[in-house]
């Protein structure tokens, strides 16, 4: 099927490119045969000029002067030489190509003398009017007799049917060129009918069994999509439920945690009150390092016993902050003052640069969420220091907690926010907490509607920011 649509495209792409050169010969012949018919015109009306010009001269009736007559048929007989010569033979110049059939060429060559040799005498015989002295040149001359008597009469006649003859064969080249291009045209478009039969027909009946193969398949599928639309469906409202049932189970267990958070403590603070009694006993040197031991666990356990119940707190949604303006120097001052003997500890800077603004936010949540930054801070920096500062930023101000710890590397800066994911040299330190402090910094800013984020680079330290809205200072501050 493919070649033949290829045979017939070719087939109609030939017929009109020999339309096209039908067309183009037709045009190119007419305008020849114009171009013949005007210059073999041209010759029986400078025949003419020539006999009345001879006439004139020999019977001294120019009405100009005598050498401008001879000037003008001088140049007469040079354009009427030119013109016979390409009538005759074909001109590159003029653009003809000569006799354009037997018939003028039996014309201009047959018959004793022929039309090629009385025109030549002709020319001879004018030639001679042009070159005879004034007082030679009269009516009886021989040149001049001879003009008068072929130019009117017998070579007027035989040009006349040069002229006829052109024009008859240039009819017949035009309606030869006409019935090709109606053969031309005719073969088109049988060629066409052909194609439409034996190649169009067939290919639009295989289109249309391909199109009604494709409606079975397209009615298997939408029968398939059916059937997996209601078991996805019917999947969906499983995964709901168990989602639902997750859920409530979650909550429950969040509700549970923060309602049992008070009796969660109770043994802790028992275990403190009786280490604090131990402490008053006098101790053996293993006494004190055990009881240092002990302390340091029981710190531990309170912080991993609050982070978890913040955690409950929040997911059980009981946490509701309390908006107001909070004073940012007062409150990273207060932190500085909370965290100093634990960064002197460790030989560490901990330095505060903030100027006199306030954010709008709630002061406990707040202090909370920069209190696990600051720790954090320290717990991974074990060389320089850290600074609590705070950048004013339009109507935003950023509260920044910067160190020189260990840092961070950049695929971890998006992990660190998740429940128990701790990153760096320290991540497998449990004593230190369960990964759960940025977790809640996190949760706590998405609940008070700031925004935090970090920038870290590995052994160059942390940066973490906290994006709050400016507010005016309160008038007690």
Same mark, same amino acid.
């Not at 309170?302 to 059980?316: C, P, Q, T």
């Not at 320290?426 to 369960?434: F, N």
């Given at each position: 099927?493919?070649r ?12 009109a ?13 007419? #305008? ?5 018919? !005007? ?14 010009y001879?006439?004139s ?15 003008d ?9 030119r ?5 005759a ?19 201009y ?6 039309l ?5 005498r ?20 021989p ?8 130019g009117?009469g017998?070579?007027l006649?035989?040009l006349d ?36 039969l ?11 069994t391909?199109? #009604? ?11 398939? !999509? ?13 995964l709901? +439920? ?15 945690l ?17 280490? $604090?009694?131990?402490a ?5 040197? =293993?006494?004190?390092?055990?009881l240092?031991?002990?302390r ?13 119940? +913040?955690?409950?707190k ?26 100093g ?5 460790? +030989? ?8 006199? *603004?306030?954010?709008e936010? #709630?002061?406990?949540?707040?202090e ?6 600051v720790? !954090?801070?320290? =717990?991974?920096?074990?060389a ?5 500062g705070?950048?004013v930023?339009?109507?935003r101000v950023?509260?920044?907690? *910067?160190?020189s ?12 926010w ?5 990153? $760096?040299?320290?991540?497998h330190?449990?004593?230190? $907490?369960? $990964?759960?402090?940025?977790a ?6 998405r609940?008070?509607?700031?925004r935090?984020?970090v ?8 940066c ?7 507010? #005016?200072?309160p008038? +007690?501050?």
């Amino acid at each position: 099927m493919t070649r033949r649509y290829v045979l017939a495209l070719a087939a109609v792409a030939l017929l009109a490119v020999s339309g096209l050169a039908a067309f183009q010969a037709m045009a190119a012949a007419y #305008d020849r045969t114009l171009a013949v018919v !005007n210059i073999s015109g041209r010759q029986r009306m400078l025949s003419q000029r020539i006999a009345l010009y001879a006439d004139s001269l020999a019977d001294d009736e120019c009405r100009r002067p005598r050498t401008e007559c001879v000037a003008d048929l001088a140049e007469a007989i040079e354009t009427f030489r030119r013109a016979h010569h390409g009538l005759a033979y074909g001109s590159e110049v003029l653009d003809v190509p000569g006799p354009t059939s037997p018939a003028i060429s039996a014309l201009y060559f047959s018959g004793e003398p022929s039309l090629h040799q009385r025109v030549l005498r002709y020319i001879n015989a004018a030639e001679q009017v042009v070159d005879a002295a004034p007082e030679d040149l009269t009516p009886d001359h021989p040149a001049v007799a001879y003009i008068l008597t072929q130019g009117p009469g017998p070579l007027l006649e035989s040009l006349d049917q040069v002229v006829l003859q052109y024009q008859l064969d240039g009819e017949e080249a035009y309606e030869t060129l006409r019935r090709l291009e109606i053969a031309v045209v005719t073969l088109t478009l049988l060629t066409i009918l052909l194609e439409a039969l034996l190649i169009f027909r067939p290919m639009v009946q295989r289109t249309q069994t391909q199109f #009604d193969h494709i409606e079975r398949m397209a009615e298997h599928l939408r029968r398939a !999509n059916e059937t997996l639309e209601q078991r996805v469906a019917a999947r969906t409202r499983d995964l709901a +439920d168990a989602k639902a049932d997750a859920d409530k189970a979650n909550q429950a267990k969040s509700k549970f945690l923060a309602a049992a958070g008070h009796d969660m403590l109770q043994p802790l603070q028992a275990a403190e009150m009786f280490a $604090g009694l131990l402490a008053a006993e006098p101790l053996s040197t =293993r006494g004190e390092s055990l009881l240092a031991e002990l302390r340091r666990t029981q710190d531990s356990l309170r912080h991993l016993v609050r982070s978890v119940l +913040d955690v409950s707190k929040l997911e059980a949604g009981t946490v509701t902050p309390s908006f107001q303006p909070v004073p940012v120097r007062a409150l990273l001052d207060g932190l500085a003052a909370e965290f100093g003997p634990q960064a002197l500890d460790r +030989d560490l800077r901990l330095n505060v640069v903030a100027p006199d *603004v306030a954010v709008e936010s #709630d002061p406990i949540l707040l202090e909370r969420v920069l209190r696990n930054l600051v720790g !954090n801070a320290l =717990r991974y920096t074990d060389a320089g220091g850290v600074v609590l500062g705070a950048r004013v930023r339009g109507d935003r101000v950023w509260l920044q907690v *910067v160190d020189s710890g260990v840092g961070m590397e950049t695929n971890d800066l998006n992990r660190i926010w998740q429940e128990f994911v701790q990153v $760096g040299t320290k991540a497998h330190d449990r004593s230190e $907490g369960l $990964g759960l402090g940025l977790a809640i910094v996190e949760r706590l800013c998405r609940l008070l509607g700031h925004r935090v984020f970090v920038n870290s680079r590995v052994d160059h330290g942390s940066c973490f920011t906290v994006d709050c809205r400016r507010t #005016d200072l309160p008038q +007690d501050a």
